[in-house]
């Protein structure tokens, strides 16, 4: 059968989300039916409800796909197409800290490699891995638009520029020992940071967003409650 280029508009209190997603939080059906009703195509809530549903299951699994594909009414297919396309939709378990080490061009020339595999070392995970403790996941990553503060590092999105392999090692050393709920750039600027790009101007006062992201207004800011 051809599915139509356009869906009718389907309205988010007629998607049966009680049905569909039962195990899930009663905030995040909340949020899933607040996000369904903001679109007048349900398939235009894709990539939140990715997010969303990364947040209750911890990451991606082929259940939550599936529920999302149940909820926007497109296909299996379709909603893997778009997940396995964006670097921020986590496929495996992430642990409480996602580090991503820059080693794009800017970076790599002033040490980016070095410091991913001191970060490595000290966290104990290779690139792509998650520690045996789950604490820490570490990544390597294209460009982070901070090339002027290179080598660039973010810790569950939060950026610290000109780290250097000794101060990577004491930001894992640190991120252990301190065992922060929320981290901020700024404060882990001043503590294992060096040359900044720029002034990124006010800082955040709540964190940006936890691990596996669903940015704040779905509700992820300091965890997945
Ligand atoms: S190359 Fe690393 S931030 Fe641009």
Known sequence: MTRPMTQPMTQGTTVAIDKIVPGWSAPNRERARWLLERYPQRRSALMPLLYLAQLEHGHLTDEAQRQVAELTGLT?????????????????HVGRYLISVCTSISCYLLGGDDVLEAVEIQAGAHDGETSPDGLFTVEHVECLGACGGAPAVQVNYEMIEGVRPEKARGLCDWLRTASPQVVFGDEMQALFGGQRSFDWGPSETEGAIAPVPAFGPYGSVGGSS
């Open 76 to 92: 299996a297919a379709q909603v893997l197409a778009v997940s396995s396309f964006y670097t921020m939709y986590k496929r495996d």
